[in-house]
């Protein structure tokens, strides 16, 4: 699941691995393809989490709705992956954008995805290069069919709301998650009764992950060991939630699931509970 820099160094030249560049900003949606084409890891493809890692936005269904999986399957094929390919995503915050593209590269049926652990501070913390130049497409043959079951609906979520058999996980930062600030959706708090575990959590200071066994306890604690199948991550739009489910599974704890469109379609609903204990 994690792969390190030397690794994936050793594999640049490999066709069979196809390396995406995740980087993205909530409050500058270009600065990730232009930080793209300023230098990335050589022979990446750029995956823009507006377009390619999302579907199209009606007002209700989140800031990140789902692709179907046949335009998502469509993009990777694209980009060079097959079914029997490797995978590699990275970003510069930790795997917040990355761990997108590996949940839904696993929602339609891969398993062979990573996150570079570290992402591209560490590349370059390393002194190792970065390249200009845009890798032309090299389509490939690729299968998908997604697991309607690795996904909560907002109808899921609002029926097992009460269920203390469930366990919510929320994603965000936890003044965003007790509704002291909100920048970016219309409404601020959480879901009741959902805990948060801040993405950030998961991670050394150098955005490298902490050890699976320290990940496993906290989980653990935050959710009252419910099963895994159990939980269900979410945060602003569905974004963020799949770095906290790539935690889990990181740490051996498989099967947790995610409430794609989050708190951005959460509150497209006024009927639908709200906690707001910041204000």
């Not at 795997?95 to 570079?116: H, K, Y």
Request: hydrophobic residues 40%; proline residues 6%; aromatic residues 8%.
């Amino acid at each position: 699941m994690l792969i390190n820099t030397e690794t994936l160094a050793k594999h640049l030249p490999d066709p069979g691995w196809v390396i995406f560049d995740c980087r993205h900003d909530l409050f500058d949606v270009a600065k990730g393809e232009r930080l793209y084409r300023e230098g990335h890891i050589p022979g990446a493809h750029f995956a823009s989490v507006d377009t390619d890692l999302s579907g199209d936005k009606t007002g209700i269904n989140g800031r990140h709705p789902l692709p179907s999986p046949a335009a998502f399957t469509a993009f990777l094929a694209r980009n060079g992956v097959t079914n029997a390919g490797t995978v590699v995503a990275y970003d510069d915050v930790g795997g917040q954008f990355a761990s997108r593209l590996w949940w839904m590269a696993r929602w339609i049926g891969l398993t062979n995805v990573s996150l570079l652990d570290g992402g591209i501070q560490k590349w370059l913390a390393e002194g190792r290069a970065l390249a200009t130049d845009v890798p032309a497409p090299s389509p490939a043959p690729l299968r998908g069919a997604a697991d309607p079951l690795m996904v909560w609906s907002a109808a899921e979520v609002l029926a097992h709301v009460d269920d203390q058999s469930v366990s919510l996980v929320d994603a965000r930062a936890a003044e965003r998650y007790r509704g002291e600030i909100e920048p970016i959706d219309p409404v601020a708090g959480h879901i009741p009764n959902a805990s948060n575990r801040f993405y950030k959590s998961n991670l050394h200071a150098d955005l490298t992950f902490r050890p699976s066994q320290e990940i496993r306890n906290e989980f653990s604690a935050l959710t009252g060991n419910k099963a895994p199948e159990q939980v269900v991550h979410y945060c602003g739009s569905g974004v963020t939630a799949c770095a906290n489910l790539f935690a889990m599974e990181y740490a051996g704890l498989h099967g947790s699931k995610l409430f794609a469109g989050s708190w951005s379609e959460w509150v497209a609903d006024p009927a639908r509970p709200v906690v707001a204990s910041g204000k």
